[in-house]
């Protein structure tokens, strides 16, 4: 009985690794995750011990791809300077908490 369960892994851990890149860790960590399994599961392939190296292979590709777009995200999120702030510091917003809120009172007057 084949043992395929590393490049199963490495196809379904570069999947999510991709799908996940926009959040760097998950994208990265599950990259690597995939480039380890997909090579030991390319290494039970050719010792044929698994059949599956075409998925091993695919898992390595995958991981690979998102950990590359994963560092380049984290230059973009550099550049683009996003520090997690709601805006307060651009002077082009309003200050709108010394605003009064009007009633429909004072709408009326």
């Known amino acids: 009985m084949p043992n395929n369960g590393h490049g199963t892994a490495a196809l379904v851990l570069g999947i999510i690794g991709l799908v996940l890149f926009a959040s760097i860790v998950l994208g990265i960590v599950l990259g690597v995750l995939a ?12 010792s044929g011990e698994a059949t599956n190296g075409g998925s091993a ?16 995200m ?29 009633s429909p009172a004072d709408i009326s007057r």
């Open 74 to 102: 984290i230059f973009v999120y550099i550049a683009t300077g996003d520090d997690g702030s709601d805006g307060d510091d651009d002077p082009g917003y309003a200050d709108v908490s010394a605003a009064k809120v009007l």
């Open 35 to 46: 480039i380890i399994f997909g090579v030991l599961g390319r290494s039970r392939a050719k």
């Open 57 to 72: 292979l695919a898992g390595v590709i995958l991981g690979a791809v998102a950990v590359v777009v994963s560092v380049v």
